[in-house]
């Protein structure tokens, strides 16, 4: 069945090292993938998308890397700070031409140790 | 911009009653999603609204329902409930394109006692 799971369920880093989340997704016809992050107490919020098209994605301290052939996602968050620290989510939309449907992945929590 | 709202934030209701929730998305977005949220699934798709039709449907019991309305705010309502139902519901507003970015609302969370 349609699932994305992520490797971790948590991440413990120092403050100023970088943190890498991993995903895997299983629909090899999904062609866009979102990561989100939740505090607690929040909805999900945006962080970097990528479509299948690409391999890697570039924002704000955050890279976003996609490999087609094993089907795995990876967001890389450089010099990682205490305001970093919540749930990471990966989603995939399976049917990017005309649906909202996401899938999500289990989430991983990132704690960073001052 | 305006985010996504939703209300009311905190809801507590007993089994076998109902409870309707509402969400207005962000100005311009056309297309509402729904979500569900427990420690023990984590988020599952209710369904999608686009222009007043639903689109897609995730796997739930009919006793979640929902509808969208002409200036495209959405509520959902759930009957006869469980305690399984306690969860964060959360909705999510996009342009309704496909492949694109959802936002989401801050969720209304739900206790079934």
């Known amino acids: 069945g349609e699932s994305v799971g992520l490797h971790l369920p948590t991440l413990s880093v120092q403050e100023g090292d970088n943190s890498i989340i991993n995903c895997a997704y299983s629909?090899?016809?999904?062609?866009?993938f979102i990561w989100y992050k939740q505090e607690s107490g929040k909805g999900p919020q945006f962080i970097i998308d990528i479509r299948s098209n690409m391999d890697k994605r570039q924002g704000q301290r955050v890279t976003d890397l996609l490999n087609k052939t094993v089907k795995h996602l990876s967001l890389q968050i450089a010099a990682t700070q205490p305001g970093d620290s919540a749930v990471y989510f990966c989603?995939?939309?399976?049917?990017?031409?005309?649906?909202?449907?996401?899938?999500f992945g289990q989430g991983t929590t990132l704690q960073v140790k001052p | 911009k305006a985010g996504v709202t939703q209300t009311p934030r905190y809801l507590i209701k007993t089994r076998g009653q109902q409870v309707t929730l509402s969400c207005s998305p962000i100005s311009g977005h056309r297309s509402v999603s729904w979500y569900q949220q427990t420690p023990g699934q984590g988020l599952q798709f209710l369904f999608e609204y686009f222009s007043e039709t639903q689109r897609n449907k995730g796997n739930f019991p009919g006793r979640f329902s929902g509808r969208q309305f002409s200036n495209s705010r959405s509520e959902m309502n759930v009957s006869t409930l469980e305690l399984g139902d306690s969860a964060l519901y959360l909705c999510?507003?996009?342009?309704?394109?496909?492949?694109?970015?959802?936002?989401f609302g801050p969720g209304t969370r739900l206790l079934v006692l």
């Open positions: 999510a507003s996009s342009m309704g394109h496909g492949g694109e970015t959802q936002y």
């Open positions: 629909n090899s016809a999904s062609d866009y």
């Open positions: 989603a995939e939309n399976p049917h990017s031409g005309n649906t909202g449907k996401l899938i």
